[in-house]
């Protein structure tokens, strides 16, 4: 994890990490943008969140907006037409529900419509400051699995099985660093093994043949371009 930290401080933070830092960890801009984040790419995140929160910046305000408008607005994030659902849904349910503001705890959180655990965890870690959470996304599960943190099948499966695997010091930043190297290093096809600072300790990356180089030049480690 050390290893990781030096690694990733030049790399670019990953969407909801970013709007979170802008937003002075805002619980609502992490929610709704974690939200919008599920199986959509950062960049796209990044600027489907800022249209929305341009329109509008509180649950209640958001949730005066029509589905319609929403859609709109996130479009074209995965999914938009049901993110657009369920964030006024959302947003109804913490106007009603919790006075306005972004509930704290895990089953608060899951009561909303379209949060699950692993928006959940984020908004505790990022935004409630949460030393006792796991984050774990597509990027976490598969890294984890293949350094063989892990031997699990789902998501849900990887955060059970972390919590016993690695110490608690690190539960809060395991998502930030996993993501950013999944998204820039242990990608999901042809990951950049030969660039990869734990390949020591990744059974999988002591045998995997990368691409041959110049098939794929983007994929080159950046001291060859």
């Keep these: 994890m050390r290893a990781l930290a030096r690694a990733i401080d030049d790399m670019d933070l990953p969407a909801v990490e970013k709007i979170a830092e802008e937003s002075q960890e805002d619980p609502f801009e992490v929610l709704i943008s974690t939200m919008l984040s599920a199986q959509t790419r950062d ?4 600027a489907a ?3 929305l929160f341009r329109v509008a910046r509180t649950p209640r305000t958001l949730a005066k907006l029509t589905t319609r408008r929403i859609e709109r607005l996130i479009y074209p994030v995965s999914f938009y037409r049901h993110k ?8 109804r349910l913490i106007v009603e529900r919790f006075a306005g503001r972004v509930p704290g705890t895990m089953n608060e959180l899951l009561s909303l419509p379209g949060v699950g655990r692993k928006t959940a965890n984020l908004v505790l870690i990022l935004s409630f400051k949460s030393l006792a959470n796991i984050c774990v996304d597509t990027h976490v599960h598969r890294i984890a699995n293949r350094l ?18 690695t110490s608690r010091r690190w539960w809060p930043y395991i998502n930030l660093y996993l993501v950013t190297w999944g998204q820039n ?10 660039a990869c600072v734990i390949r020591a300790e990744c059974a999988t990356g002591r045998t995997y ?3 041959p180089a110049g098939t794929h030049p983007r994929l080159a480690p950046r001291a060859a371009l």
């Design 43 to 46: 960049p796209v995140t990044a």
């Design 185 to 194: 290093v242990c990608r999901p096809v042809y990951p950049r093994c030969g």
């Design 209 to 211: 043949r990368e691409k």
């Design 49 to 51: 969140s800022a249209r």
């Design 148 to 165: 063989g943190w892990v031997a699990t099948r789902t998501p849900e499966e990887t955060e059970q099985a972390l919590y016993a695997a």
């Design 84 to 91: 657009a659902k369920h964030v006024k849904a959302t947003c």
